[in-house]
């Protein structure tokens, strides 16, 4: 029975002899003794074991695991039932909030983004269109810089969250996201984290934006790569940034402007809100330049009319009423959420719910500049001149 149990987490979780209790169907209970080098696997020195043990479970009378349920909890580890196996096993990761707060890790990404290449990592493993990835190869030291960041943003630790969205909780009081499923190669669109543009096997063309969609410093057009740092930022000192998603850059304000209202169209046209300024997404995206739009959708004069969503006025289209309001990467092109009407919408924090996301369908067109009504469907009263579907529209 010991056997069977060690090999099921060592092939679910990837960290070897971690388990601290079996609980039977019938509430026997088999003690294996967890030694330094278990602990070791995921606490990568002598040391680091030690001081875990000296400072902070024994003189709170706690051990490694605890029971499962127990309240208050006994342990930093748990025990959750296997619904397959009808045992308890080991849970990889779920319970670090019991004891570290989320301050704890997000504090310290200043440090993580800055000496990621000494830190262990994980290459996630191949899987198909949005669609969780749960095996992960160890890479230590981490030779890309999401490497290190996915060891946490993953089911590497915080387990099964099928439609993207975990259970941990931000410090912007978000759900974190899986990221290797966001930034997947094989989804329809994601920012060029693992792989460039042209080599996002999931994209249909053109797979790239064009040069005059990006600024100079992104003109090799589908051909670069970025770091997620490039997006991300180290918190302030007083363990607090402006905006939500510790986003970097001379632009950090997304999806809200700094008084609290989406972004839209409108914005842009009329120069309000101080966009050019505050916009995150401009850091990268000339979206509006020299009196011109960047594609034909966002040029659309009645996309920049007043318009009602979610009872709120605005003077334009609001941004994540088409696009996700996570941009890692979607299952859709162009990083389009579908929400209102749709069977598949997207769930929170994807949209800020599916009165906000207006889309049901979208098709990509072959240029910037060739988009018609018929490339978007929607069943909202907003969006009058795409009511009907006219296409196959993606996912």
Same mark, same amino acid.
């Given at each position: 029975? &010991? ?5 099921? +987490? ?7 002899? =971690? ?74 990761? %779920? ?14 990404? *200043? ?6 290449? =000494?830190?262990? *990592?994980?290459?996630?493993? #191949? ?23 996915? %060891? ?18 931000? &410090?912007?009081? $978000? ?5 290797? =499923? ?10 060029? +984290?693992? +792989? ?29 790569? =970025?770091?997620? *740092? ?20 001379? %632009? ?7 008084? *609290? &209202? ?31 739009? &960047? ?30 309001? $996570? ?44 988009? #018609? ?7 909202? %009263? ?14």
């Amino acid at each position: 029975m &010991k056997a069977n149990l060690l090999e099921r +987490v060592s092939a679910s979780v990837g960290l070897g002899l =971690m388990v601290a209790a079996l609980f039977g169907v019938l509430g026997s209970t088999e003690t294996q003794a967890l030694t330094f080098n278990d602990c070791s696997t995921c606490h990568p020195s002598t040391n680091n074991v030690t001081r875990h043990h000296n400072l902070t479970l024994a003189p709170r009378q706690l051990s490694c695991y605890g029971d499962p349920g127990a309240q208050p909890v006994t342990g930093c580890h748990q025990m959750v039932l296997d619904p397959v196996s009808n045992t308890y096993v080991f849970a990889p990761f %779920r319970d670090c909030l019991n004891c570290h707060k989320t301050t704890v890790h997000y504090d310290k990404h *200043g440090s993580y983004l800055a000496s990621w290449m =000494m830190l262990a *990592g994980v290459q996630p493993g #191949n899987a198909p269109l949005w669609t969780q990835i749960t095996a992960f190869t160890p890479v230590n030291p981490a030779a890309k810089q999401y490497q290190a960041c996915y %060891r946490c943003h993953s089911y590497n630790a915080f387990g099964a969250a099928p439609t993207g969205v975990s259970p941990v909780i931000s &410090k912007s009081n $978000i759900p974190l996201t899986d990221q290797p =499923m966001e930034l997947n190669p094989n989804n329809l669109s994601a920012h060029p +984290v693992q +792989v460039s543009l042209n080599a996002q096997a999931g994209s249909y063309a053109p797979k790239n934006l064009t040069i005059q969609q990006m600024t100079t410093t992104w003109s090799s057009v589908g051909n670069q790569t =970025m770091a997620c *740092g490039d997006c991300h930022a180290t918190p302030t000192t007083a363990g607090v940034t402006p905006t939500q998603y510790l986003l970097n850059g001379p %632009r950090v304000y997304w999806p809200y402007d700094r008084n *609290g &209202k989406l972004w839209s169209l409108g914005d842009l046209r009329s120069g309000t809100n101080t966009w050019s300024t505050d916009l995150f997404c401009v850091n990268c995206h000339p979206l509006y330049s020299g009196g011109s739009w &960047k594609n034909n959708v966002h040029a659309e004069g009645d996309h920049q009319d007043s318009y009602t969503v979610d009872g709120k006025s605005y003077s334009g289209v609001p941004c994540v009423s088409c696009h996700s309001v $996570i941009p890692h990467g979607n299952k859709r092109s162009r990083l389009i959420a579908y929400g209102y009407g749709s069977s598949t919408p997207d769930p929170y924090p994807y949209i800020i719910n599916t009165n906000t996301a207006l889309l049901r369908g979208f098709k990509k067109a072959s240029t910037p500049f060739s988009y #018609n009504e018929g490339n978007c469907w929607s069943s909202a %009263r907003q969006c009058g001149d795409h009511s009907s579907s006219r296409m196959t529209y993606d996912w």
